[in-house]
């Protein structure tokens, strides 16, 4: 079994939503590629150059077939970030866009949201974000499948929707969406990075026609990911975004980030092997940890979705904890890693857009704190990571009731 993150005199972790612990074997199998294997996979005149290519030949075979796509269908990238930006400005930038509107959802994280402001800005695209489903809904945070069926026109260019959302774990219904999508001839784009190797993925049954991956999200180093771009009539047109040496297809200049590429394909291994029995053991650690909290506290609310594997992810939890304030509850607890949000929109001090969305109110969001629990977190980090919050919310609760 591999250690618990409590051993290391850190804080307890339970912000696997930002990012993870690379897992030792991953460590592992990256390791050759800087210390032998080195060589650059662009190098066609020596082993050096035929080895780093064969390594990343293996690993896009292996994260191709882990979401039922072809290895030529998949581009590497440093990450989500840039998967996001080359999907929708690639598309809005191409000459032979067909439409100058683009729908999204206000859900979304700010990698899809920011490049879709910029392109209103620089371009005068239309961007609809469409509305989820709210508090008191069966689902807060789902989007209806119909708001995208009502919402696409002649003039629309692209459709992007994420599949996981990194707040309150939401899935979406991209199935559905896809369909609507590809019966109307509308590019799809997918944010999958939250999904990736906790819930089983098939971009051919989900319809979509790109969908972006992060490495670090699922126990794989920072700085590596990839953007599945559908091969198929008629081809998906692109504008590449980093011009350079003609690597992956053209579509991302740049020396392959070979080592990266090697542990993302392990990562992406190591989780799919492991989904069935991690996903039931994150679930009931992710269901004690809310029962503790709901059974000691008074005015413990879920954000989001119920605690459902087709509606949520398993590692996530958000609640708010009424009469406290986030900031102030996360401060108190050294002991614990967490969140009030996405920790990527962590510099920008604005409540939650995304628990504003579900229409919370601006209180109940400044007393939400997210969970992401994650591979090596275990039982008894749960009951610690509850005794520290329950006691924490306790405190600053009498501390505003003396004020
Ligand atoms: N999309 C989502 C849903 C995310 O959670 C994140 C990371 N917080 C990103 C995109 C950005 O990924 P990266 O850090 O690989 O750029």
Redesign the pocket.
Known sequence: MLASTMSNGLPLYLDN??TTRVDPRVVAAMLPMLTENYGNAGSVSHPYGWEAAEAVNRSRETIAAAIQAKPREIVFTS????S?NLAIRGIAEHPRRQGDQILSVATE?K??LDPLARLQRRLGLEIRLLPVAGVGSDCPGRLDPQQVADAITDRTALVSV?LA??EIGVIQPLAEIGAICRERGVPLHC?A??ALGKIPIDARTLNVDLM?F?A??LYGPKGV?CLYIRRGAPRLRLEPQIDGGGQEQNYRSGTLNTAGIVGFAKAVELCLAEMPTESVRLRGLRDRLFERLETRLDRVVLNGPPLTPELRLDNNLNCSFALVDGEALMMSMGELAVSSG???TSTNPEPSHVLRAIGLSDDATRSSLRFGLGRFNTEQEIDRASDLIVESVARLRKMSSMA
């Open positions: 939503h930002s990450g989500a970030t840039e996001n994280h990698a899809v994420m959302n990194n944010d990075t939250q972006s992060s670090h999200k990911g996405s920790a990527c």
